[in-house]
């Protein structure tokens, strides 16, 4: 079922007008990776080169992000990795709040909700903000919480990391603590699980 959703939903976006992203588009960026990922990784928009090749992070901040997956103990493959918005902005500006709006609505939230993860990793401020938003992202970096039912790990984008090189031992150093994070909300997830199994079934009203 969940293949079959995400099947629709790229193929919706590859074919999408609902904003005025798509005048200036080569393609758009579905997004790419296992319908049962335990783990999705949420952009800001196509670069120039996702742009050419309809691919998200395949540019130099996508052969970072490579390299920090493998950082963490991933490969591209187990993870599921989309953007805000699936068309790029011209001249990479920031997406404008009703491309966000209208892009997540159409496209994400319905990507995270039929993929159903047990964590989403948000890279960058736009992506952020869509579960916190008025925070700082130099300011929250790396710390998890949960939100609606999700652990959600807000990080820097790997392209910050590319134009500042202070920020890359920043950013190394929460992927290298990703795996203890999920591997952490697993275990209270499994706990609350076993917990509620141990519940008593409320006994049935005697009618007497």
């Given at each position: 079922?969940?293949?079959?959703?995400?099947?629709?939903?790229?193929?919706?976006?590859?074919?999408?007008?609902?904003?005025?992203?798509h005048q200036g588009r080569t393609h758009a960026v579905p997004g790419e990776g296992p319908a049962d990922a335990r783990v999705i990784f949420i952009g800001e928009?196509?670069?120039?080169?996702?742009?050419?090749?309809?691919?998200?992070?395949?540019?130099?901040?996508?052969?970072?992000?490579?390299?920090?997956?493998?950082?963490?103990?991933?490969?591209?493959?187990?993870?599921?990795?989309?953007?805000?918005?699936?068309?790029?902005?011209?001249?990479?500006?920031?997406?404008?709040?009703?491309?966000?709006?209208?892009?997540?609505?159409?496209?994400?939230?319905?990507?995270?909700?039929?993929?159903?993860?047990?964590?989403?990793?948000?890279?960058?401020?736009?992506?952020?903000?869509?579960?916190?938003?008025?925070?700082?992202?130099?300011?929250?970096?790396?710390?998890?919480?949960?939100?609606?039912?999700?652990?959600?790990?807000?990080?820097?984008h790997p392209a910050a990391a590319l134009h500042q090189q202070q920020n890359r031992p920043l950013i190394e150093e929460d992927f290298r603590r990703l795996p203890?994070?999920?591997?952490?909300?697993?275990?209270?997830?499994?706990?609350?699980?076993?917990?509620?199994?141990?519940?008593?079934?409320?006994?049935?009203?005697?009618?007497?």
């Open positions: 079922m969940a293949v079959h959703e995400i099947q629709v939903i790229a193929q919706e976006v590859r074919q999408c007008t609902l904003c005025a992203l928009g196509p670069g120039f080169h996702e742009d050419r090749q309809g691919r998200p992070f395949v540019g130099q901040a996508g052969k970072y992000l490579d390299e920090l997956l493998a950082i963490a103990g991933f490969q591209r493959s187990e993870v599921f990795i989309a953007n805000v918005v699936k068309c790029r902005p011209p001249k990479n500006r920031d997406p404008q709040p009703d491309e966000v709006a209208t892009c997540t609505r159409a496209y994400l939230f319905r990507q995270i909700e039929a993929i159903n993860p047990r964590v989403i990793v948000t890279l960058g401020r736009f992506s952020m903000g869509l579960y916190l938003p008025g925070e700082k992202i130099s300011r929250i970096h790396g710390q998890p919480r949960t939100v609606n039912g999700r652990l959600l790990v807000p990080m820097l203890e994070i999920i591997a952490r909300a697993e275990q209270e997830a499994a706990a609350k699980t076993a917990q509620d199994d141990k519940e008593p079934p409320l006994e049935q009203l005697s009618m007497f």
